[in-house]
């Protein structure tokens, strides 16, 4: 569904796979030259199909486990780029390089002037941990190592960590 560039990341748009319609109607009054794909499968069609002409189509996940299906027709009609991307292997390639520290600079200056915002979340100690998985299917769960050193030196005794 349209949603705020707030909750995106700077989107434009974000669609579910259960959300075609949306899409498809999303497509009818737009022409987005970039797709992000992290379902893969037969629902890239629906993407290939939004795009306008000299656009690329980037997949950075697989959740489907299906092959993803593209047809030859928008690749060469309307000028298609496929991309695709997997973080472990660019970690790989750049660990400990310039463009390393130089993305993790940009994240931080985003995150800095609210450009990116985290993922709403509960901060919780390891002792809360059966509470955070009665809630995890809720909101993301942050297991936060201060708090829980603060909570074991309050006297929590019945989780243990030993080094």
Not at 51 to 57: D, H, I, K, M
Not at 153 to 161: I, K, T
Request: include cysteine; glycine fraction near 6%.
């Amino acid at each position: 569904a349209v949603v705020s560039t707030q909750s995106t990341g700077g989107a434009d748009a974000v669609f579910t796979v259960s959300e075609r319609s949306e899409l498809e109607q999303f497509c009818r009054s737009n022409t987005p030259h970039l797709a992000l794909n992290m379902v893969g499968g037969r629902e890239t069609v629906s993407l290939l199909k939004c795009l306008g002409e000299g656009s690329n189509l980037v997949t950075y996940g697989a959740m489907s486990n299906s092959p993803m299906v593209v047809p030859f027709g928008p690749m060469v009609f309307k000028d298609i780029t496929l991309n695709n991307y997997w973080m472990t292997r660019w970690t790989r390639r750049f660990a400990g390089s310039v463009a390393e520290a130089s993305m993790f600079e940009q994240i931080a200056e985003w995150f800095r002037t609210g450009k990116l915002t985290p993922t709403p979340h509960e901060e919780r100690s390891f002792f809360d941990h059966e509470e955070a998985f009665k809630s995890a299917f809720k909101r993301k769960q942050l297991f936060v190592v201060e708090r829980t050193l603060k909570d074991s030196r309050a006297g929590s005794s019945d989780f243990l960590v030993t080094l």
